[in-house]
């Protein structure tokens, strides 16, 4: 990520204005292990330093301290809240591989289609190079892309394969946070999806991303090739195989992802999971469930009674929520749910599971609530827009 030294003003302006607009999931850090950095060949240093010198964390890394905590990193819940030795960038508790596929549902690696690419950022025009795009090796391209992204969603949907006359192309990127793909963060896509409708997605792509990491899918398959109806429909009309999709840029031997796939996917499984028990992106009934879930040997968490879309969201209001103050909240108690299901599947991973036998578990956590209804912004993460 060479910038030019005259744009780092303007890029450290960009790096501030992220740091408190940027609609994640639950939150990540903005940069991954030290062991990702190497196995991508693509250094932080420059972003390290620029965020250092404003002396900004973009995010706190919640995503990669649930995983942790998942997989039994020390500590007791009721110190959770000021206990942060999990949240570290290298905690080393969780494989790093896991952790990548954890930031990859916020952090996919993409390229742009023709004309794409003229994004002007900051004063600075055609800030975007034609290569694989990550935040770390384009932060200034990254963010001049999901500002743009933003604006344009609010009048039209952001799309790949199902082109309308109300929308527009995305990237894998866009698409995620504001278009077709926002059941990645447990999420529906629009206001007013039917729960059943927004639910089944979810449960599609978590069989297809649980099927990488069992084996069951390989990373050479083609994806217009899955027996899947939502990755035929968000991903049919590509050429991309598995490989391409979580690992563009880099789906080489020699880097070494590409044999630790099976992890990568399952780390995108739980960001999934996790996703949808921040409260700006799914509203789940007060109290965890009690009954054990049919199936499973794993209690049953609180039914979700609605799935939230984030276009008429208030960024500020939906990241508050999404931060480790609102993760540790209940801590005093117990675990918090999305450690404590992060942790039941760790263990169904550990236990080779198959997708027959994970799927009854994963039904069971995107339970829907007798109160269910369609989804919406949320009347809590509502944006008001000025007149």
């Known amino acids: 990520m060479n910038l030019l030294a005259a744009a780092s003003r303007g890029f450290a302006l960009g790096i501030l204005?992220?740091?408190?607009?940027?609609?994640?999931?639950?939150?990540?850090?903005?940069?991954?292990?030290?062991?990702?950095?190497?196995?991508?060949?693509?250094?932080?240093?420059?972003?390290?330093?620029?965020?250092?010198?404003?002396?900004?964390?973009?995010?706190?890394?919640v995503h990669e301290e649930i995983t942790h905590?998942?997989?039994?990193?020390?500590?007791?819940?009721?110190?959770?809240?000021?206990?942060?030795?999990c949240s570290g960038r290298d905690v080393g508790v969780a494989s790093p591989y896991v952790i990548y596929g954890v930031r990859w549902n916020d952090l996919p690696p993409f390229r742009l289609e023709e004309g794409q690419g003229n994004c002007d950022y900051m004063g600075h025009r055609n800030v975007c190079k034609p290569q694989t795009i990550r935040f770390s090796t384009q932060p200034a391209?990254?963010?001049?892309?999901?500002?743009?992204?933003?604006?344009?969603?609010?009048?039209?949907?952001?799309?790949?394969?199902?082109?309308?006359?109300?929308?527009?192309?995305?990237?894998?990127?866009?698409?995620?946070?504001?278009?077709?793909?926002?059941?990645?963060?447990?999420?529906?896509?629009?206001a007013d999806i039917h729960p059943v409708d927004?639910?089944?997605?979810?449960?599609?792509?978590?069989?297809?991303?649980?099927?990488?990491?069992?084996?069951?899918?390989?990373?050479?398959?083609?994806?217009?090739?899955?027996?899947?109806?939502?990755?035929?429909?968000?991903?049919?009309?590509?050429?991309?195989?598995?490989?391409?999709?979580?690992?563009?840029?880099?789906?080489?031997?020699?880097?070494?992802?590409?044999?630790?796939?099976?992890?990568?996917?399952?780390g995108?499984?739980?960001?999934?999971?996790?996703?949808?028990?921040?409260a700006a992106h799914a509203e789940r009934e007060p109290q965890p469930g009690a009954e054990q879930c049919e199936g499973s040997a794993f209690v049953s968490p609180a039914p979700i009674v609605e799935f939230h879309s984030y276009g008429a969201q208030d960024g500020a209001l939906h990241d508050h929520d999404d931060s480790r103050e609102a993760m540790t909240a209940v801590a005093q108690d117990r675990w918090p749910e999305a450690v404590q299901v992060t942790r039941n599947l760790f263990e169904l991973q550990s236990d080779g599971a198959k997708w027959a036998d994970a799927s009854s578990y994963l039904q069971c956590v995107f339970t829907l609530s007798e109160r269910r209804r369609s989804s919406s912004p949320g009347e809590t993460y509502r944006r008001i827009d000025k007149p």
């Open 17 to 61: 204005l992220l740091a408190t607009s940027w609609a994640s999931a639950f939150q990540i850090g903005p940069l991954g292990t030290q062991h990702e950095e190497r196995l991508t060949n693509e250094p932080n240093s420059t972003l390290a330093r620029i965020a250092g010198t404003l002396g900004v964390l973009i995010k706190t890394p």
């Open 69 to 85: 905590l998942g997989k039994w990193c020390g500590g007791e819940h009721i110190n959770l809240a000021t206990d942060t030795y």
């Open 141 to 190: 391209c990254w963010h001049c892309l999901f500002k743009d992204a933003e604006r344009k969603a609010r009048t039209k949907a952001i799309v790949g394969c199902n082109k309308t006359a109300n929308s527009i192309q995305g990237n894998l990127m866009t698409r995620s946070h504001f278009g077709d793909l926002q059941f990645l963060h447990g999420m529906a896509h629009a």
């Open 198 to 266: 927004t639910r089944a997605e979810i449960l599609d792509w978590l069989e297809f991303a649980w099927k990488v990491s069992s084996k069951e899918i390989l990373p050479s398959t083609y994806l217009k090739n899955i027996d899947n109806p939502t990755i035929q429909r968000h991903f049919g009309c590509t050429e991309w195989k598995v490989v391409d999709l979580y690992l563009l840029g880099r789906q080489d031997s020699a880097s070494g992802l590409i044999h630790q796939i099976r992890d990568i996917a399952f």
């Open 268 to 278: 995108s499984v739980l960001h999934t999971v996790q996703d949808s028990f921040a």
